[in-house]
């Protein structure tokens, strides 16, 4: 696992775990917003540990949210795998996640569905990344097997299109273009 990967999951799992620990009113807004910090991680490093993390946290909050508590043990597994991630044993932090995940589906039946959602917004996420480095909105979204619509949806609530090369000169854009092609 890279270290910029392990640091951003630990980072998610204390802050999930904060949140579900307390006794006041749970955030479930910040919940959903850490798997998707996840997913950031699963669509630029190809990480399955990151896809994993945003899957649990996302269907902690979806049963919160349906049924307003969690086991103690499902609390106790998410310390523990965070204390495996601490100490680098990868192996049983994943076996942790995995007996999470299992645990999940007992209590809620659509965690295929979860699972669904979090792949879908991951390759979303990856789809604007693949635009911002240039390839077309169809060509992105054809490349990884979702809709243009989604893809396009999803771009116009970013940046990507204000951070293009708008500063940039157009004698300058014509020479890079030109150079692309071979048209010196």
């Known amino acids: 696992m890279k270290d910029r990967v392990k640091e951003d999951i630990l980072a998610v799992l204390d802050r999930a775990i904060a949140i579900l620990m307390t006794k006041e009113e749970r955030d479930l807004v910040e919940l959903k917003g850490l798997s998707n910090n996840t997913i950031h991680n699963a669509s630029v490093f ?10 649990v946290i996302y269907s902690l909050s979806k049963i919160l949210e349906r049924k307003g508590e969690l086991s103690f ?41 979860f699972i669904e959602k979090v792949i879908e917004q991951a390759e979303i996420k990856k789809g604007s990344k693949l635009y911002e480095h240039g ?4 060509q992105a979204a054809d490349i990884l097997g979702i809709s243009p619509w989604e893809l396009m949806s999803y771009i116009g609530k970013t940046k990507i299109v204000d951070r293009a090369v708008v500063g940039e000169n157009i004698k300058a854009r014509l020479n890079f273009a030109r150079g692309l092609f071979g048209l010196k």
Do not use: C, H, P, W
């Open 46 to 55: 190809q990480d399955k540990d990151s896809v994993t993390v945003a899957i």
């Open 73 to 113: 043990s499902i609390l106790d597994k998410l310390n523990i795998a965070k204390q495996e991630l601490q100490k680098d044993n990868f192996k049983g932090y994943r076996k942790l996640m995995k007996d999470l995940l299992k645990e999940i589906s007992k209590i809620d039946s659509r965690l295929e569905l």
């Open 135 to 138: 390839i077309s909105i169809a």
